[in-house]
């Protein structure tokens, strides 16, 4: 098993996309944002989590728009 700690990048600076773990069969990506920010409509090529920590997500999926609410999934 491997932690991963996740440090704030907003203080002093806009958005913040990276990877932060590669698997056999996916990619974690920690995306952060501030409020208003968006991330272009996009696709991936296999299954996504989303985990909201802080805030509301808001993001289509299929043409249903899906929200998430501070410590969710």
Do not use: W
């Amino acid at each position: 098993m491997e932690l991963v700690q996740v440090e704030n990048f907003l203080e002093n600076n806009p958005k913040n996309v990276g990877k932060i773990l590669s698997g056999t069969n996916c990619d974690v990506m920690n995306i952060q944002l501030k409020k208003g920010e968006i991330v272009p409509e996009h696709s991936a090529p296999g299954e996504v989590v989303v985990v909201c920590r802080k805030g509301v997500v808001k993001f289509p999926v299929e043409g249903k728009e899906n929200i998430l609410y501070e410590n969710t999934v």
